[in-house]
């Protein structure tokens, strides 16, 4: 689909949204005056209604009409249940506001994620199509990367500038998981599958910090003390879906169900003195070791 496309039906349900309801005749007002408009006139009803259209069958998204006002608006709460929808949404916007951007690139700091632009196009389309993939798989634990890696993708997901795709492995009959950016050579295959019904990404992550699921440890209450500044970025961006905050004097407290991971431990350790793990002791300890074992470095 042409970018132009794309964007006017961008613009079309941010117009919406923002407006809350609106008519046709407003929308249309609106796309007269609007940067992104090459020909200065609105929308026609054939038009508006192509767009309609194309909206829904993009981004799974209704634009619907109340029949007594005929004012158009968006469901927010269905939205909300699909957030690979908001994201593309977002996603689709900030690009083209980028794209006009140009007189000031040298003032615009991104964040680069190397992975989206190599493998992110064949795993989605093996997604959409249950294919198979084959790929080399080089992890920086090892000098040796392994070969013809052949996996089932279950889901991909977006954690820390790196997409990983979730999927079972042929030659070992278990789900793993893999960094796009570390794979070298991948392919789709002719070859298709079924997908597993039982294995859903958000229960497979429910109990996660990030990407490393340890599936055969039991969730925990976890709770951390969190100096009063550094509080507020916790409550602004939770560390886990499960985060409960309780207020006190000079700073909070912070209750999780979560499973005990690495990456889990290393974003605890990246807040250094800020936060104190209260709970569940053995957290505390490794926590503890961690900090002793760099301490060690400096003597």
């Not at 992975?115 to 992110?120: K, N």
């Not at 889990?264 to 793990?277: A, D, K, P, T, Y």
Request: hydrophobic residues 35%; aromatic residues 12%.
């Amino acid at each position: 689909m042409a970018n132009r496309q794309i964007n006017r039906c961008v613009w079309l349900v941010d117009t919406i949204r923002r407006y809350g309801r609106i008519t046709r005749a407003e929308l249309s007002s609106l796309w007269e005056r609007s940067p992104m408009n090459d020909t200065g006139r609105g929308f026609s009803r054939r038009t508006f209604y192509n767009y309609r259209d194309t909206v829904e069958e993009m981004f799974n998204l209704r634009i619907e009409c109340d029949p007594t006002t005929f004012e158009y608006y968006i469901d927010e709460e269905e939205l909300g249940t699909n957030g690979i929808t908001d994201w593309m949404l977002n996603s689709l916007n900030l690009h083209e506001t980028l794209s006009g951007a140009h007189q000031i690139a040298d003032r615009i700091v991104l964040e680069d994620v190397p992975s989206a632009r190599e493998h992110l196009s064949t795993v989605i389309e093996a997604l959409k199509l249950n294919r198979m993939i084959k790929f080399d798989y080089h992890p920086y634990t090892r000098t040796i990367p392994t070969r013809d890696v052949v996996l089932c993708p279950y889901f991909i997901k977006l954690f820390k500038q790196r997409w990983y795709v979730v999927g079972l492995h042929m030659g070992e009959n278990r789900i793993k998981t893999y960094a796009l950016d570390r794979m070298i050579k991948i392919v789709a295959l002719a070859e298709s599958f079924t997908p597993d019904p039982s294995i859903d990404p958000k229960t497979y992550f429910e109990y996660s910090y990030g990407i490393v699921v340890e599936q055969h440890s039991e969730p925990r209450k976890v709770v951390l003390k969190v100096e009063a500044r550094q509080a507020k970025y916790f409550a602004a961006l939770p560390l886990h879906h499960s985060q409960m905050q309780t207020v006190a004097d000079g700073y909070s407290l912070f209750t999780y169900h979560m499973r005990i991971s690495s990456d889990f431990i290393e974003e605890l350790l990246s807040h250094g003195h800020n936060i104190e793990v209260l709970e569940p002791k053995e957290l505390r300890a490794l926590i503890r070791t961690e900090l002793e074992d760099t301490l060690n470095l400096y003597k």
